[in-house]
């Protein structure tokens, strides 16, 4: 198989999921000069590159939402010890005027 059939061959590979082989396909044909096997390197590139920006993407999503939901928990335990807080306090001043009350 010579350089004018390894664009189309490394199509078909790509289509059965071999896009590494396919890759060498392309780079091998694109180094003879065939410029559609170049533009298949290009697109295979290009998808490459979105595939691993999509994981940085995921990734970093998925430190921001740990980071949201531990910042969350804080908020919540320190509105409900704020709470507890104010809850004491109405019961100490409660008692406080229930004792003057009595007297």
Known sequence: MGAARGPAFGCLLDLTGQSWDAQWWWQFAA?????????????????????????????????????AVSVSAAAITAVAARNADRRRDAREVLKVLVRRGTR
Request: a neutral charge; glycine letters at 6%; proline letters at 0%.
């Open 31 to 67: 180094g003879a000069g065939d410029l559609t096997a170049a533009y298949c390197l290009y697109l295979h590139q290009v998808r490459i590159t979105v595939v691993q920006h999509a994981a940085l993407i995921t990734a970093a999503s998925a430190c921001w939402y740990a980071l």
